[in-house]
């Protein structure tokens, strides 16, 4: 072979061998770079999906319809003749006896978090004194049914006495209930 030929060609394989030496791994490299580009981009495009539908719900939040929910959940005013109707409605469906009832406004304004103090203020507790008689099962439904009722309603404290009924072998329980409900101030 021609000496300047194989000269040439032997340069001609450092250049690329240097090149390969110094140039592959900044390839490598790069091609990371824009896999995690790509991972990224992804990333992005379902932050933004998800920021579309927060954005969409926080706009349903206003309308009537959750409103009218609200409102169904916080009424205005104390309606103790709507919750006296909801109560006896849940102590008959499930069994028991309402024997009495009580309601105590308080004048303790309860805050929402995120509300500003007007907002706060307006919503008002009011304490419901129940004696309902009847089994325990049907006291242990009526405690269900009245965490899934619509109106708001906690349970402060319960308690129960049993004494013998009239008749044979007859039971009677009772149950002392405290419940607290929330109501918007007129």
Request: hydrophobic share 45%; charged share 20%; proline share 2%.
């Amino acid at each position: 072979m021609n000496r300047p030929i194989f000269i040439i060609i032997c340069v001609y394989l450092a250049i690329v061998l240097i090149g390969w030496a110094f140039f592959w791994p900044t390839w490598q490299i790069t091609a990371n770079q824009r896999a995690e580009f790509k991972e990224w981009q992804e990333k992005m495009a379902q932050a933004q999906e998800v920021w579309g539908k927060i954005k969409a719900q926080s706009g349903n939040f206003g309308s009537d319809e959750t409103q009218g929910k609200i409102l169904d959940a916080l009424p205005s005013g104390e309606d103790e003749a709507g919750l006296l109707v909801q109560l006896e409605a849940l102590s008959s469906q499930n069994g028991l006896i309402l024997s009495s009832v009580g309601f105590f406004s308080e004048e303790n304004a309860v805050s929402v978090a995120g509300q500003t103090a007007a907002a706060a203020s307006a919503a008002k507790e009011m304490k419901i004194s129940l004696v309902l008689a009847g089994d325990f099962p049907e006291f242990r439904n009526f405690l269900q049914a009245a965490e899934k009722n619509l109106r708001l309603l906690d349970l402060v404290s319960a308690s129960f006495s049993s004494e013998q009924g009239t008749g044979e072998g007859a039971w009677r329980d009772e149950f002392n209930v405290d419940l607290k409900t929330y109501y918007l101030k007129k």
